[in-house]
Nanobody, 122 residues
Framework: QVQLVESGGGLVQAGGSLRLSCAAS????????MGWFRQAPGKEREFVST???????MYGDSVKGRFTISRDNARNTVYLQMNSLKPEDTAVYYC????????????????WGQGTQVTVSS
């Protein structure tokens, strides 16, 4: 039924860029807020960015100015453009969906993808 499938992760050198995609299916994508979270080894999952159903965007302090979230409702897809990548951005990146507007709370998200690995080398 519900699926969130991340793609676009990989290995990149510091200063480089990656564009992550999350393809959604099985729910009403256009009325859900979408978010990106990440989790590095040994660390708790961290808020990265969210985009509301209407297109409002929010970013965590650590990525603001470097990452851009966007969505294409016609394709049921949310994107995360990551520029000026740093080794500390290395993590598994997860996309998530919620029908509400508690954008920063992991517990508010109804659906989660399996994650895609992003590794930034120095």
């Amino acid at each position: 039924q519900v699926q969130l499938v991340e793609s676009g992760g990989g290995l990149v050198q510091a200063g480089g860029s990656l564009r992550l995609s999350c393809a959604a299916s099985g729910f009403s994508f256009n009325i859900y807020a979408m978010g990106w979270f990440r989790q590095a080894p040994g660390k708790e999952r961290e808020f990265v960015s969210t985009i509301s159903w209407s297109g409002d965007t929010m970013y965590g302090d650590s990525v603001k100015g470097r990452f851009t979230i966007s969505r294409d409702n016609a394709r049921n897809t949310v994107y995360l453009q990551m520029n000026s990548l740093k080794p500390e951005d290395t993590a598994v990146y997860y996309c998530a969906a919620q029908r509400g507007s508690d954008y920063f709370a992991e517990s508010a998200y109804n659906y989660w993808g399996q994650g895609t690995q992003v590794t930034v080398s120095s």
